[in-house]
Nanobody, 120 residues
Framework: EVQLVESGGGLVQPGGSLRLSCAAS????????MSWVRQAPGKGPEWVSA???????YYQDSVKDRFTGSRDNPKNTVYLQMNILRPEDTAVYYC??????????????WGQGTQVTVSS
């Protein structure tokens, strides 16, 4: 059974930092593209960052200079270091793992999410 377990969320003041973790099990972690997606109250899902199996990392423009993604393949874990947090970063943050076998066949797994609240 595949499991993705996020942790590290919480309440932080504007300008503060948090480090999210996503621990994966039940899959060949190194072959999966990992992403962070967030959903703010009353809004749809928003892609934040991707860390592909080849080692490249991508960010949404609004977080590019503040968030840093990394992955530790031996530990089956992906991280999101979030600095200079803003109230608009408040959301539930989800970890996603995806592996494509071909254009039409892929595995897609989600964690349960971790709440990040940025407020004074």
């Amino acid at each position: 059974e595949v499991q993705l377990v996020e942790s590290g969320g919480g309440l932080v003041q504007p300008g503060g930092s948090l480090r999210l973790s996503c621990a994966a099990s039940g899959l060949t972690f190194g072959s999966y593209d990992m992403s962070w997606v967030r959903q703010a109250p009353g809004k749809g899902p928003e892609w934040v960052s991707a860390l592909n199996s080849g080692g490249s990392t991508y960010y949404q423009d609004s977080v590019k200079d503040r968030f840093t993604g990394s992955r530790d393949n031996p530990k089956n874990t992906v991280y999101l270091q979030m600095n200079i947090l803003r109230p608009e970063d408040t959301a539930v943050y989800y970890c996603n793992a995806k592996h494509y076998y071909n254009n039409n066949d892929f595995d897609d797994y989600w964690g349960q999410g971790t709440q990040v609240t940025v407020s004074s």
